[in-house]
């Protein structure tokens, strides 16, 4: 069974940083493309950033050159490092595979992002 925890968010200015990071357990990890979703609050889920196993990654456009994922295969850890944070970042962020597994989905952890 796969399981992710999500863990970093919190609440920060306009401009700010922080780091995601997601625990993944089940063996999928380390041979998935691995994601990070967001949902916004009224909004539908959406893609943010993804990682192949070799580390390739590609981003939304929203967020293009502000954030950066990472993985560690041996740890089976995904990371979001998130700067020149923006209010329209302010969301629930969840970590996943990509295409999503449907019973993989974690609890989220909360970015919220003052102006």
């Known amino acids: 069974q796969v399981h992710m925890v999500e863990s970093g968010g919190g609440l920060v200015q306009s401009g700010g940083s922080l780091r995601l990071s997601c625990a993944a357990s089940g063996i999928f990890f380390s041979i998935s493309t691995m994601a990070w979703y967001r949902r916004a609050p009224g909004k539908e889920r959406e893609l943010v950033a993804s990682?192949?196993?070799?580390?390739?990654?590609t981003y939304a456009d929203s967020v293009k050159g502000r954030f950066t994922i990472s993985r560690d295969n041996a740890k089976r850890m995904m990371y979001l490092q998130m700067n020149s944070l923006k209010p329209e970042d302010t969301a629930v962020y969840y970590c996943n595979a990509q295409p999503p597994a449907t019973n993989a989905w974690g609890q989220g952890t909360q970015v919220t992002v003052s102006s």
């Open positions: 990682i192949t196993r070799p580390g390739q990654a």
